[in-house]
């Protein structure tokens, strides 16, 4: 068809119903046909843009399916991430007591490493978690599990070999600090500390208890024993010495007054001293030390209950 054919006019006469009276309407041939080019186009892009939309729409459904799986999944692996923390929470509480038991039956020196709570130390994340942290998850809990395993079969050996030690001699555990000589708020740790009076960095070689009921408050002692010494020693006011088993010793510091006499045997949780703040004190309280061979050792490890 050529060029001009189709930019040639079309004439179209409209007669309304007055008589003697017509509107002519002019139009090139062209034109109809863009008219019908044009809705032509529009339905077929309508129907494509219908089928895309459904399209995303049944994307966005699989989309909502698998974000629900994925929380489903992060939601299961959390809760089992937190069991197994529990669980390793429990087995060193366990691991603590068989070592502080180790201690007490003075079966062997208890390394830095082998106390420390928390050996695997996993760390479970309750933010947001991509997929690579949920795979890194999956492989410390893994990891976590394979080392409680281990763990627990180390633990059981050594309580075998504490419940040997036990029979072999229960006086042992009779003899040996075991228990609270007197229960209340930690206001010192054993270790390095600022001195409360001059404020130098220096050791503090036991715990400073401060009893609920204060001044006057029952010291028990820990375990059987004799009565080694009774005196006042300059900053630690009146103190009291109580001899164990296998070298081990206790001291009691800062007392109102002692219920025993030297020489004399004492047995566990019977009241040996009150507490006071005899002595370079801030207030009452009982300063309790344990001694092995002389040397200062953390009280927290000769405490069972």
Known sequence: M??????????ILIYPECAGCHRALRMRRIVPRLVVAVMLGLIISGGFLGFKAMEIHHMG???????QERLSLRTALLAQASELAGLRGKYDRVATFNNKLKVMLNMAEVSEA?????????????????PYNMRSLVRNMQNGTESLDRDIL?????????????????????????????????????????HPFDSHYRMHQGLDIVPS?????????????????????????????????????????????????????????????????????????????????????????????
């Open 2 to 11: 050529s060029r001009s054919h189709l930019l040639s006019k079309y004439q």
């Open 61 to 67: 459904q699989d989309f909502m399916t698998q974000e």
């Open 114 to 130: 082998e106390s420390a709570l928390g050996g695997s130390n996993l760390a479970f994340a309750r933010a947001s978690i991509t």
């Open 154 to 194: 180390d633990a059981e050996r050594v309580q075998q070999t504490v419940l040997r030690e036990m029979r072999h001699d229960m006086n042992i555990l009779a003899w040996t600090p075991s228990v609270w000589p007197v229960k209340g708020r930690i206001t010192s740790s054993f270790g390095m500390r600022n």
């Open 213 to 305: 009921t204060g001044r006057g408050t029952p010291v028990l002692a820990p375990a059987n024993g004799v009565v080694a010494r009774i005196e006042r020693k300059g900053a630690y006011g009146l103190t009291l010495l109580l001899r164990h088993f296998g070298g081990i010793n206790t001291r009691y510091a800062h007392l109102r007054d002692v219920t025993v006499e030297e020489g004399q045997t004492v047995g566990r949780d019977e009241v040996i001293a009150h507490v006071g703040n005899s002595g370079r004190s801030t207030g009452p309280h009982l300063h309790y030390e344990v001694l092995v061979d002389g040397s200062a050792r953390n009280p927290r490890g000769f405490i069972l209950n």
